[in-house]
C-alpha cells in the first residue's frame, strides 16, 4: 500500500531523515514512536505530499508519487488519504456536518454519508452544531470522521490524542482503531502514549539511524 525507499530530508545543514526505509502493506496499523524533533511529522508529510524529500521515493498503491504533477499529486491526496491531527484541524464557521463533508464534496461524492459517519463517532444528531460547541475529545471524533469519511486507503495520524487527557484519548483511540478497522485501511499513527501505540499491529521506533520495530514493553519503557 505504501513504501517509502531511501528517502532523505535535510533542513539547512540539519539531517533529519536519512536513507528511511518503510514499508506499510494494505490494511496494516502501525504505531511510530520517537523523540520530538527527531522527524516524525517531516516523515508523515513526505508520505502526504505535503513536503518533499531531498531524495528518494515514496509509492502509494503502486504510483510513485514522484512522477506526479501537482494536479495530479493532489487528486491522490484527496482521494486515498486521510489525515487526522493533534489540534483536530476542524473549520470553525463549518457546522460538523459541513466540517465531514468536506472530502466528499471535493471528491463530487454524495455528501449524505457525512451525517452516517458522525453518528459511527457518537454524535449523531449533532450536525448542525459548530465545533466551538465541542470537548476537545468530540472535536477530535469529528476529525475523524472527516478523515475517513471518503473512505481512505491511507490513514495518517499525527499525535491524535496528544491534545486529550488520558481517559478521553483512550475512547478516541479506541474508535479511531475500529473505524481503521471497519474501513480496511492503512493507518500510521504517530504517538507518545504506549497505550495508543499498544493498539497498533507493530511499533516502529524512528531515531537517528532509522526506523527499527519495537516490542510494546519497550515502547513502555520508553
Ligand atoms: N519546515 C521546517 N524548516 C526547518 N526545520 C524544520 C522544519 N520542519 C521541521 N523542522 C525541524 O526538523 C526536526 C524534526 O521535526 P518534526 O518532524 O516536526 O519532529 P517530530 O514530529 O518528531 O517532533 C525538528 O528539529 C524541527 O525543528
Ligand atoms: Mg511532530
Known amino acids: 500500500m505504501l513504501e517509502c525507499r531511501a528517502l532523505r530530508k535535510s533542513y539547512g545543514q540539519r539531517a ?12 496494516e496499523y502501525v504505531a511510530i514512536m520517537g523523540d520530538s524533533g527527531v522527524g516524525k511529522s517531516s ?15 515514496v509509492f502509494i498503491a503502486g504510483t510513485d508519487t514522484s512522477t506526479l504533477n501537482d494536479d495530479q ?3 491522490l491526496r484527496r482521494q486515498k ?15 460538523l456536518h459541513q466540517n ?17 459517519m458522525l453518528a459511527a463517532v457518537g454524535l449523531s444528531g449533532r450536525d448542525d452544531d459548530f465545533p466551538r460547541q465541542l470537548s476537545g475529545g468530540e472535536m ?14 491511507l490513514i495518517l495520524a499525527d499525535e491524535p490524542t496528544g491534545n ?15 473505524e481503521i478497522r471497519a474501513s480496511h485501511a492503512s493507518a500510521i499513527i504517530v504517538t507518545h502514549s504506549p497505550a495508543a501505540a499498544a ?8 531515531t537517528r539511524s532509522g526506523l527499527r520495530e519495537i516490542s510494546a514493553a519497550e515502547a513502555g519503557l520508553k
Request: charged share 15%.
Open 16 to 27: 533529519i531523515l536519512t536513507q528511511l526505509d518503510f514499508q506499510l502493506a494494505a490494511g
Open 199 to 206: 493498539t497498533a499491529d507493530r511499533i516502529l521506533l524512528l
Open 140 to 153: 477530535q471524533r469529528v476529525a475523524i470522521a472527516r478523515a475517513l469519511v471518503h473512505k481512505p486507503q
Open 73 to 75: 499529486a493532489t487528486l
Open 43 to 57: 516523515l508523515l508529510n513526505l508520505i502526504a505530499g505535503l513536503d518533499v524529500p531531498d531524495s528518494g521515493s
Open 81 to 95: 488519504l486521510g489525515f487526522i491531527f493533534q489540534a483536530f484541524h476542524l473549520l470553525p464557521h463549518l457546522t
Open 164 to 178: 486529550l487527557d488520558p481517559e478521553t484519548a483512550q475512547e478516541v483511540l479506541q474508535l479511531l482503531k475500529n
Open 100 to 116: 465531514v463533508a468536506l472530502p466528499l464534496i471535493l471528491n463530487h461524492l454524495p455528501a449524505d454519508r457525512a451525517s452516517q
